[in-house]
């Protein structure tokens, strides 16, 4: 069983900068990538970025890539997203998810979620 709980949104300015945070229960099977999608109000579910436990191969949207760092702390079962300079169109839902990596990061979804978490970036 998986379950994936999000922490860290909340509303900032835009420029400035939140961490996500995701605790994961995962029992160790082939669904060894953990990465974080988002949702704005009538838009699709997005891929954000991807990161594997063991190894720490990471992957990124390109609207992230440069402002963007996702990272995990084993010990702690936690996977992270650092976004900084964050604009207006970064408002939306974001999700947790754990999947394959090509999964995540070739069919871009996932096959468990986390409960969501708001960030609202306002002008």
């Known amino acids: 069983q998986v379950q994936l709980v999000e922490s860290g949104g909340g509303l900032v300015q835009a420029g400035g900068a939140l961490r996500l945070a995701c605790t994961a229960a995962?029992?160790?099977?082939?669904?060894?990538?953990v990465g974080w999608f988002r949702q704005a109000p009538g838009k699709v579910r997005a891929f954000v970025a991807a990161i594997t436990w063991r190894a720490g191969s990471t992957h990124y949207a390109d609207f992230v890539k440069g402002r963007s760092t996702i990272s995990r702390d084993n010990a702690k079962n936690t996977v992270y997203l650092q976004m900084n300079r964050l604009q207006p169109e970064d408002t939306a839902v974001y999700y947790c998810?754990?999947?394959?990596?090509?999964?995540?990061?070739?069919?871009?979804?996932?096959?468990?979620w986390g409960q969501g978490t708001q960030v609202t970036v306002s002008p």
């Open positions: 995962i029992r160790p099977d082939i669904r060894d990538t």
């Open positions: 998810a754990a999947a394959t990596w090509v999964r995540m990061v070739v069919w871009r979804t996932s096959d468990y």
